[in-house]
């Protein structure tokens, strides 16, 4: 059995193993995808994969009816002293079905419910609007901008830092807004 870390209505969030890194890989690097993120490479992967999970792991979107994957990312700082956890990586495999919204919650809720975060952040390119607007629709705030940071085929881009507090995302239940 995978190791499930929580289900929702139509997905589940598992653990990522050996026998997903060609997904994840062909994921990261489809062109559609490859525009908005800085992907890692088959060792790099292979090497959380293999890890024992402590400080980062990759997770699989997962249909709950189908079991059939349907979307990635990876969080990183599983054990910090800060109690933040970084959310990268997101990737939704099977766009337009509101997955990501579904992954989004679903992230949230294993983060500060399961596991007891005080913070969730993540970082996102700057011309990146659906994603944005899908990340502070779900609670996330706007931290920061970090200017021409990467450089990508010659060009320098910037990313957008965004985060969400144990209390912020707290209040949205209580008021209802985490659906």
Known sequence: MKDILIEGKRLRLRRADISDLNY??????APENLKF?????EDYHRKILESDNSEKTDVIIEELETGNA???FMLSGLNN???EIEWTHVIIGKKGLGYGREAMRLLKRWSFEIKNFHRAWLDCKDYNEVALHLYESEGMIREGLLR???LTNGVYENLVVLGILDREYFARKESGAEG
Do not use: H, R, V, W
């Not at 994840?24 to 690097?29: Q, S, T």
């Not at 993120?37 to 490479?41: C, R």
């Open 81 to 83: 002293e800060a109690n």
């Open 70 to 72: 349907a979307g990635y």
């Open 24 to 29: 994840i890989i062909a994921l990261e690097y």
């Open 148 to 150: 021409e940071t990467l």
């Open 37 to 41: 993120i800085y992907p890692f490479d």
